[in-house]
C-alpha cells in the first residue's frame, strides 16, 4: 500500500502521485530532474558560488547527468575547482551547499575535481571516469567547463581501452554477484544482469566506441518497463529500493490491475534477456578490441573451424546459413560445435536461426531419430553451453514444446532463485563443473560424475526433471515424467535409456527428501531408498542428479555439510544394495511365474530380478533348457553399442576366470560383468565387451569360434592359460594417467560373504589374473560386479571360503596376491 510522504522542497511527493495515476516512468524522471536542477542552482547561485574565491562549475553526472533521476536516487554533483588548493580553500562553502541540499530531502553524492584529474584514468575509481561520460554543465564559470569539455572526447578515445576494461571489470564482478543470469525469482531491477545498469552498459561501451547514438528500438522498449518498475518500487518504499521481491509484485499487480503476476514476470524476463544480450555482445566487442590477449585467443579459436562453420571475435557463425532453410539438423550441428569448442553462438547466428523457427518447429515436431544427435550434444565437454545457446535461440523448445511452459516460469516456494528453466540450465553448470574439481568435499562427486558412461541421458533428464511446475493440477513430477515419456517416443530413444530417464525424474526428490526428513542412522531408513533405488547403477546416476538440483537452487546451496550428508546417505544406500546382492535371495515367497521358471531363479540374488526384464529372464530360462544336456549353454550377440556374452553351467572353481581369460584372449575388452549362482549350483554369468577391432563384425565366422573356444575351455578340453600366453602387450597409459591399484575387504556389508571392491589400471586380461587369485587362494566367486570406466577397472567381489567370510589371514594372503595380479601386465 502507498501512503504519503511529508512533503518538503526536494521530496518526490507529488511526482509520485502523479506517477502513480498515469505510470508514465519518463515523464517522472524528466520533472524529478527538473525539480532537483531548481534545486541545486538555487543552493549553488546563493551559497556556493559566492562564497568561493575562485572559478567554479557545477557539475550533473551520473544518473542525474542523463535527466534519469528516479524518485529516490542519490543525486551525482561534481564540483570543479582549477585546483586542489582552491578547492580545500572552500570546503566551507561547499559544506554549506551540501547541507542546505540534505535538507531540502536531497540524496547528496558529490566528487571535487579539477580538470586534470577528471581525465585520468582512476583503475581505484572507475565510477568517476564513466560518471563523466554523463556530465551536464549547472551552473559556474563556463569556460572553465569549457576547458574540461574540450578536453573530455580526447581523453575518452585516447584511454578508451583502459576504460573499457575497467568497466569491464565492473561489469563482471557485478554479474557473478548475481549469478550471471537474469532469471531471478525477486530480480534487482537496476544491478542484476540485465537490468537498467546493463542497459546503460551498452549505452556507455557505445560512447567510448564510437559517440552517442539512440539505443535500438527494441532496449528502449526493455528500459521504459524496467523504468516503470523502479519507480513503482521508489514509490512503494519511499527509498531507493529496486528489489521486485513477491511482495513488490503482488502489490504492483493488484494496482496496475493484472490479473496473471507470472505472465508480467514473463515480460520482465523478456525485457531483461534482451538487454543482457545487448550488454553482453557490446562487452565482448569492446574487450576484444581493447585486448591483445584477446585477439589472440580469437585467432587461436579461428583454428578450430569447420566447412560447415566459423569462429569470428569467439563466436561461431555459419559459412553458408542458406543451408538451415533446407537442412534443420545444420542447427544441431552448430550445437555441437558449440559443445564440443565451448564457443558461443554468434548474433548473426542466433538471428538466422530465429528466422527459421517456425520451420525448424514444423520439422522437429514429426517422429523421427534425434536422440542419438542430442546425446552426443549433451555429452560433450561444454555441453551446459550448448543447451543454453539452444535454449536462447528457440531451439530447445522447437525440439521440445513440452519445455516452453517451464520458460521464464515463477515458482514461489521462498527457496529456489532463479525460474525453472534458468534453475535446469544451471544444474547442467553445476554437474559439469564437477569434471574441474581435484580435490575438497566435492571431489568424491567428480569421481562418481567421471564414472558415467552416459552423461548424455543424465542431461537429458535434468532438463525434464522440473519441466511438469508448469502444468497446474497436476503433481509437478508425475507431469515431468509424463512430459519426457512423450518427447522421449518422439525422438526416438531408446526403451533401456527412456525407462532410466524416467526413474530419474519419477525419484529425483527421493534422496533429497530422505536427507531432510529420515534418520539416516535408521537402518530401515536405508532400506527403503535401497528398495526405491533398486540398483547401484541408478544410485549412482540418481545422487549425481540430486547434487546438480540441489546446487542449483541458489548460488553456495550445496554447502559443504550438505555435501557431506548426500555422500553420506550414497555410501550407506549403496553398502545396503551391494550387502543385498549377496543375502538377498530368491525363494518361494516370490512369485516367479512357471514351474519351470520358478526352479530356474529359486537362490538367484533378489537383484537380479531388479536388473533383468521378463523377456531378458524368459531367454535365460530357454537358455538353461538348451545346455541341459551338455551341462553348459553359450549365447553370443551383438548390443547397440557393444557384444554380450551370456553362458549357463554348473559352478566350478576358476569358471568365471576362464572365460574372462577366453575373451581377453580375443583382443575383447570386458566393459562390464555380473555372476549370479542359483541353489542348483548353477551359475549365469554375463560380460559386456568391446571388439574395437571390429573382429566379430566383419568376421561373423569367429562369433561361432568365440562361441566354440569359450565351450571348449568350461569343459577342459583347453586350457585358457596357454590361449593367454600368445596376448599382446597392452599399450599402457601415459605415467600421469596411471591408475594405483588399491584392494579393500569388507566383512561387514554383508551376513555371509565378505566383499572385496578393487580399482586398478584397467589391460587385457586382468579380470582373468584377479579372478584367478582370489580362486588360487582358496576363494569362491559368489556374486561379482565389474565396471569399466576409460582405463580404470572397478571390480567388486562376494567371496567365501568353505562357505563363510574370509578370515584375517586369509584376507593377509589374498590381498597380496590380488596386488600382484593388478600389477601392469
Not at 94 to 120: K, N, Y
Not at 360 to 368: E, I, N, S, W
Not at 646 to 652: G, K, V
Amino acid at each position: 500500500m502507498i501512503t504519503a510522504n511529508r512533503p518538503s522542497d526536494g521530496n518526490p511527493s507529488r511526482i509520485r502521485e502523479e506517477f502513480i495515476a498515469s505510470g508514465d516512468a519518463l515523464a517522472a524522471l524528466a520533472e524529478r530532474t527538473a525539480q532537483v536542477d531548481r534545486l541545486v542552482l538555487e543552493a549553488a547561485e546563493t551559497l556556493l558560488i559566492p562564497s568561493v574565491r575562485c572559478e567554479i562549475a557545477v557539475l550533473a553526472v551520473g544518473g542525474y547527468g542523463r535527466r534519469q533521476l528516479f524518485p529516490y536516487s542519490d543525486i551525482d554533483v561534481l564540483l570543479l575547482f582549477p585546483s586542489e588548493r582552491q578547492a580545500m580553500e572552500s570546503k566551507g562553502a561547499i559544506s554549506a551547499f551540501l547541507q542546505h541540499l540534505w535538507d531540502a530531502g536531497l540524496r547528496m553524492s558529490h566528487s571535487v575535481r579539477t580538470p586534470a584529474e577528471c581525465c585520468e584514468v582512476h583503475d581505484g575509481n572507475t565510477e568517476l571516469n564513466v560518471s563523466l561520460l554523463d556530465q551536464r554543465f549547472l551552473t559556474g564559470d563556463r569556460v572553465l567547463y569549457a576547458g574540461l569539455a574540450d578536453k573530455l572526447p580526447r581523453f575518452v578515445h585516447a584511454n578508451r581501452d583502459a576504460l573499457v576494461r575497467n568497466l569491464a571489470r565492473l561489469t563482471r564482478e557485478r554479474h557473478a554477484k548475481y549469478g550471471d543470469t537474469f532469471y531471478h525469482l525477486e530480480p534487482n531491477v537496476k544491478d542484476t544482469p540485465g537490468g537498467l545498469r546493463d542497459f546503460q552498459l551498452v549505452c556507455w561501451l557505445d560512447q567510448i566506441r564510437e559517440g552517442a547514438s539512440d539505443p535500438p528500438p527494441e532496449l528502449r522498449d526493455a528500459f521504459r518497463f524496467l523504468a516503470r518498475l523502479r519507480c513503482y518500487l521508489h514509490c512503494l518504499s519511499n527509498r531507493d529500493n529496486n528489489q521486485l521481491s513477491f511482495d513488490a509484485q503482488d502489490s504492483l499487480a493488484e494496482h496496475w490491475h493484472l490479473e496473471d503476476t507470472a505472465q508480467w514476470m514473463r515480460e520482465y524476463y523478456r525485457h531483461s534477456r534482451a538487454i543482457y544480450r545487448a550488454a553482453i555482445r557490446a562487452l565482448e566487442a569492446g574487450e576484444a578490441l581493447s585486448s591483445s590477449l584477446f585477439a589472440q585467443l580469437r585467432d587461436f579459436r579461428s583454428r578450430v573451424a569447420t566447412a560447415e562453420f566459423s569462429v569470428h571475435r569467439e563466436r561461431v557463425h555459419f559459412k553458408t546459413p542458406q543451408r538451415l532453410e533446407v537442412e534443420p539438423e545444420l542447427a544441431l550441428r552448430l550445437f555441437e560445435f558449440v559443445g564440443r569448442h565451448g564457443v558461443q553462438v554468434s548474433n548473426e547466428a542466433e538471428q538466422r536461426i530465429d528466422a527459421r523457427l517456425p520451420r525448424l518447429r514444423d520439422h522437429f515436431a514429426t517422429p523421427q531419430t534425434l536422440w542419438p544427435a542430442l546425446n552426443q550434444i549433451l555429452s560433450l565437454p561444454h555441453a551446459p553451453l550448448a543447451a543454453r545457446a539452444m535454449h536462447d535461440t528457440g531451439v530447445l523448445t522447437a525440439i521440445f514444446p513440452e519445455l516452453e511452459q517451464m520458460e521464464c516460469l515463477v515458482v514461489r516456494d521462498f527457496y529456489h532463485r532463479y525460474t525453472v528453466d534458468e534453475h535446469t540450465l544451471v544444474t547442467l553448470q553445476e554437474l559439469w563443473g564437477l569434471r574441474s574439481v581435484e580435490d575438497g568435499p566435492l571431489h568424491s562427486f567428480a569421481d562418481l560424475f567421471a564414472e558415467v558412461k552416459e552423461p548424455g541421458l543424465l542431461a537429458f533428464a535434468l532438463l525434464f526433471h522440473d519441466a511438469g511446475k508448469g502444468t497446474p493440477g497436476e503433481g509437478h513430477v508425475t507431469a515431468s515424467a509424463r512430459l519426457a515419456a512423450g518427447a522421449m517416443a518422439r525422438i526416438q530413444m531408446p526403451a533401456p535409456e527412456r525407462e532410466l530417464v524416467l526413474f530419474l525424474i519419477n525419484r529425483h526428490l527421493e534422496l533429497s527428501s530422505a536427507m531432510q526428513s529420515r534418520d539416516m542412522g535408521d537402518p530401515q531408513a536405508i532400506r527403503d531408498v535401497a528398495h526405491q533405488v533398486a540398483t547401484v547403477e541408478r544410485l549412482k546416476t540418481l545422487t549425481l542428479l540430486t547434487y546438480a538440483d540441489i546446487s542449483a537452487v541458489f548460488p553456495g546451496c550445496m554447502t559443504p555439510w550438505r555435501a557431506e550428508q548426500l555422500w553420506r546417505l550414497y555410501l550407506k544406500v549403496y553398502n545396503e544394495l551391494t550387502r543385498e546382492l549377496q543375502t538377498d535371495r530368491i525363494d518361494e515367497s516370490v512369485p516367479s511365474g512357471s514351474a519351470e521358471r520358478a526352479a530356474f531363479l529359486q537362490g538367484f540374488p533378489m537383484r537380479y530380478l531388479r536388473t533383468h526384464s521378463d523377456a531378458e529372464i524368459e531367454e535365460h530360462v530357454a537358455l538353461e533348457a538348451q545346455g541341459r544336456t551338455r551341462g553348459m549353454a553359450v549365447d553370443i550377440r551383438r548390443l547397440e553399442a557393444a557384444w554380450q556374452l551370456t553362458l549357463i553351467a554348473q559352478d566350478r572353481p576358476g569358471l568365471f576366470a576362464s572365460v574372462a581369460g577366453t575373451l581377453s584372449c580375443f583382443g575383447m575388452n570386458i566393459l562390464k560383468a555380473e555372476a549370479f549362482s542359483n541353489r542348483r549350483n548353477l551359475v549365469l554369468d554375463t560380460f559386456t565387451f568391446a571388439d574395437t577391432a571390429r573382429t566379430l563384425d566383419l568376421n561373423p565366422s569367429e562369433v561361432d569360434r568365440l562361441r566354440a573356444t569359450v565351450e571348449k575351455v568350461l569343459s577342459g578340453k583347453s586350457d585358457v592359460r596357454e590361449l593367454l600366453r600368445n596376448r599382446p602387450k597392452p599399450t599402457l597409459p601415459s605415467r600421469k594417467a596411471r591408475i594405483p591399484a588399491r584392494v579393500n575387504f569388507d566383512s561387514e556389508a554383508s551376513e555371509t560373504a565378505t566383499l572385496i571392491e578393487i580399482v586398478a589400471e584397467d589391460r587385457p586380461g586382468l579380470l582373468y589374473d584377479v579372478a584367478t587369485a582370489i580362486t588360487a587362494n582358496g576363494g569362491n566367486i559368489e556374486v561379482v560386479l565389474i565396471d569399466t570406466q576409460a582405463h580404470k577397472a572397478i571390480d567388486v567381489f562376494y567371496v567365501t571360503a568353505n562357505g563363510a567370510k574370509l578370515q584375517a589371514e586369509k584376507q593377509a594372503a589374498m590381498g597380496e596376491a590380488l596386488q600382484q595380479a593388478c600389477a601392469p601386465g
